[in-house]
Nanobody
Framework: QVQLVESGGALVQTGGSLRVSCVAS????????IGWFRQGPGKEREFVAA????????YYADSVKGRFTISKDYAKNTVYLQMNSLQPSDTAVYYC??????????????????WGQGTQVTVSS
């Protein structure tokens, strides 16, 4: 059974930093792309960042470029999302997902087959 488990969500102040993690069981990330999405209160789920496990450039939403960094740890089969300069608008449940999207669909949630349960990130003003 494939499971993606996110962790690291917390309450932080504006301008703070946080790192969330995504670890897989029943699935090795090899051959997959891993994406981070988020859903804020009253909002639709939106793309945040994605990376191909095998290499290549990461992809970021314009709203997080320069503030967020997606990275991977091969040994731990884990993907991280480092979030700096957090703003209240970053408040959301953050989800990781695994799939095999083509390059032009890295941002599309429908391109991902496996999803975690999410971790809450709250940024206080």
């Amino acid at each position: 059974q494939v499971q993606l488990v996110e962790s690291g969500g917390a309450l932080v102040q504006t301008g703070g930093s946080l790192r969330v993690s995504c670890v897989a069981s029943g699935l090795t990330f090899s051959g997959y792309s891993i994406g981070w999405f988020r859903q804020g209160p009253g909002k639709e789920r939106e793309f945040v960042a994605a990376i191909r496990w095998g290499g290549g450039y990461p992809y970021y939403a314009d709203s997080v470029k320069g503030r967020f960094t997606i990275s991977k740890d091969y040994a731990k089969n884990t993907v991280y999302l480092q979030m700096n300069s957090l703003q209240p608008s970053d408040t959301a449940v953050y989800y990781c997902a695994a799939g095999r999207p083509i390059v032009s669909s890295m941002h599309a949630s429908t391109s991902y087959s496996y999803w975690g349960q999410g971790t809450q990130v709250t940024v206080s003003s």
